[in-house]
C-alpha cells in the first residue's frame, strides 16, 4: 500500500494549485520590507541569526550602567515576556511568540534607536539591526 505517500504527494501539489504560500508561519510582508531595508542600508545579502543572538544575549559598554543588555528588559528568552526598569510588562520580542512585533517600520525605528543609545550609547547599524530581526523571527 503506497496509498500513504501519495496522500501527501497530492495534498502538497492542491495547496501549491491553490495558491498556498509555501514560506514559514510567520513570515510577513512588512517585517520583510524592514529587512529587505536593512539590507539595502548594510549593502548585504543576507544577515547572520547567529551573529544576532551573540549581540542581543552581550553585555555591551558605552551606555547605562544599569542597562548592559537588551536581555536586561527582554530577559534572556526572549520568548518570555519582559520588563521596563519601572516595572512595565513587555510582550515576548520573538516572532513565534509575538507574530506583530517588527511588521512596523517606525515602530521598529523608534526603539532600535532608543534601545540601542541606552544599552551602547550609539545607534545599532543596518547589519547589527537585520542580524537583531533574523534572530528574532527565527526562534
Ligand atoms: C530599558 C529597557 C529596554 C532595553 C534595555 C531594551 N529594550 Fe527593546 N524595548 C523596550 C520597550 C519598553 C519596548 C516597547 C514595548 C514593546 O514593543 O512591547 C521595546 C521595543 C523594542 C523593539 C521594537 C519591537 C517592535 O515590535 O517593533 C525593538 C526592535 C527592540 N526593543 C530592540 C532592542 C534591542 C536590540 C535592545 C538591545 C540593544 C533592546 N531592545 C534593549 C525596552 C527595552
Redesign the pocket.
Known amino acids: 500500500m503506497k496509498l500513504f505517500p501519495n496522500l501527501i504527494l497530492s495534498g502538497t501539489l492542491l495547496a501549491v494549485a491553490l495558491g498556498a504560500p509555501i514560506q514559514p508561519a510567520q513570515a510577513d510582508p512588512a517585517r520583510d520590507a524592514i529587512i529587505a531595508q536593512f539590507k539595502a542600508q548594510a549593502g548585504v545579502s543576507s544577515f547572520s541569526a547567529a551573529r544576532g543572538k551573540k549581540f ?1 544575549h552581550a553585555k ?1 559598554a558605552g551606555g547605562k550602567p544599569e ?1 548592559p ?2 536581555t ?3 530577559t534572556n528568552d526572549p520568548r518570555n515576556f ?1 520588563k ?2 519601572v516595572g ?1 510588562v ?2 515576548p ?1 520573538a516572532v513565534s511568540r509575538n507574530p ?3 511588521t ?1 517600520p517606525k ?2 525605528a523608534k ?2 534607536r532608543r ?2 543609545k ?3 550609547g550609539r545607534e ?1 547599524t543596518a547589519q547589527e539591526k537585520g542580524d ?2 533574523t534572530y528574532l523571527s527565527s526562534i
Open positions: 542581543f555591551h542597562t543588555s537588551c536586561t528588559c527582554h519582559g521596563t526598569r512595565k513587555i510582550d520580542m506583530q512585533r517588527f512596523d515602530k521598529v526603539w532600535f534601545n540601542c541606552t544599552v551602547l545599532c537583531i530581526l
